[in-house]
């Protein structure tokens, strides 16, 4: 059964937005914190940022001030809305439990930022 389903990718332009969702399954949103990562061609999967199960977030340095991540607790979704885009965020957008504990990853979505 798909646990992870990560959605609202597509492609926007340098200095657009985009908010992406993530819906999980109960049994895995519960309780849990949840985070985004991303992979571009060729290069390892990065976390990008997590909100805890009552809400609080941390990012990495290189989305800090940009992306925001949030999630709607009774509706089993984690979002992360991201602003300011450039080119070099594109990648496949993932989300996942925070810790993952080997937890499989979803198909994910496709972002790309280019003029």
């Known amino acids: 059964q798909v646990q992870l389903v990560e959605s609202g990718g597509g492609l926007v332009q340098p200095g657009g937005s985009l908010r992406l969702s993530c819906a999980a399954s109960?049994?895995?949103?519960?309780?849990?914190?949840m985070g985004w990562y991303r992979q571009a061609p060729g290069k390892q999967r990065e976390f990008l940022a997590v909100?805890?199960?009552?809400?609080?977030?941390n990012y990495a340095d290189s989305v800090k001030g940009r992306f925001t991540i949030s999630r709607d607790n009774a509706k089993n979704t984690v979002y992360l809305q991201m602003n300011s885009l450039k080119p070099e965020d594109t990648a496949v957008y993932y989300c996942?439990?925070?810790?993952?504990?080997?937890?499989?990853w979803g198909q994910g979505t496709q972002v790309t930022v280019s003029s």
């Open positions: 996942n439990t925070v810790p993952r504990g080997g937890r499989s």
């Open positions: 109960g049994s895995i949103f519960s309780g849990n914190a």
């Open positions: 909100i805890t199960s009552g809400g609080a977030g």
